[in-house]
């Protein structure tokens, strides 16, 4: 089946610092999603994308879909202490069912005050 | 956007029982789905919770492990059946509208001993 690679694996920042994280895939998806994980909760939506070279932004969040529908990128700007936690990249490969998403192995971030 | 919510939210079982959890979304949803995520790991697609007919599992997860119901658009069940320690897991499930979000409930941390 389709996987996703997520980089980096893990990061240790300085709070203020910007973060980027990104997803690639050798197959085309047809969305792209971004979500953060803390401790003990479910993922929560973070940011959606639904057409290659959108770029779209949640707050500090900004994301992009893509031109070759096999990427994605997610920026955090001037991060603060409660950005802490697993952040999961997630698509929808193309010819699958509505919702069925892959997910990526996850990036779990650490921000120092 | 959909707010989730399932039970148990933990449980401790013994070998060879069976566990349900319960799943309600707080709005009608045409998609609902289940993931298991084992410690520190990413997200797995158990199967889709097709509502009024059988769930449609993916590669390597059976009905006869993970029988699932889906009496309604707001409700589902994942049962694990006869449990060993490897299945000793988050169990989360999913609900979206007919496009490529979808949001999760908290999930249910299984210990089986």
């Known amino acids: 089946g389709q996987q996703l690679n997520q980089s980096p694996q893990s990061m240790f920042i300085q709070e203020g610092e910007d973060v980027s994280m990104n997803c690639t895939s050798s197959?085309?998806?047809?969305?792209w999603l971004w979500y953060k994980q803390d401790p003990g909760e479910g993922p929560v939506l973070l940011i959606a994308?639904?057409?290659?070279?959108e770029l779209t932004s949640n707050g500090r969040l900004t994301a992009q879909f893509g031109i070759t529908r096999k990427d994605s990128f997610l920026n955090i700007s001037a991060s603060i202490p409660s950005d802490v936690g697993i952040y999961f990249c997630?698509?929808?490969?193309?010819?699958?069912?509505?919702?069925?998403?892959?997910f990526g192995q996850g990036t779990i971030l650490t921000v120092h005050p | 956007s959909a707010v989730i919510s399932q039970k148990p939210s933990r449980d401790i079982c013994q070998r060879g029982t069976s566990l349900t959890i319960q799943c309600q979304v707080d709005?009608?949803?045409?998609?609902m789905f289940w993931y298991r995520q084992q410690p520190g790991q990413s997200l797995t697609l158990i199967a889709t919770?097709?509502?009024?007919?059988?769930?449609?599992?993916e590669s390597g997860f059976v009905i006869d492990k993970f029988p699932i119901s889906r009496p309604n658009l707001t409700f589902s069940t994942l049962t694990v059946s006869n449990m060993s320690p490897e299945d000793s897991s988050i169990y989360l499930c999913?609900?979206?509208?007919?496009?490529?979000?979808?949001?999760f409930g908290p999930g249910t941390r299984l210990t089986v001993t």
């Open positions: 197959s085309i998806f047809n969305t």
């Open positions: 919770a097709n509502q009024g007919s059988e769930a449609t599992y």
């Open positions: 994308l639904y057409k290659a070279g």
């Open positions: 997630a698509g929808q490969p193309r010819g699958t069912s509505y919702g069925k998403l892959t």
């Open positions: 999913s609900g979206g509208p007919a496009t490529y979000e979808q949001y």
């Open positions: 709005s009608q949803v045409t998609m």
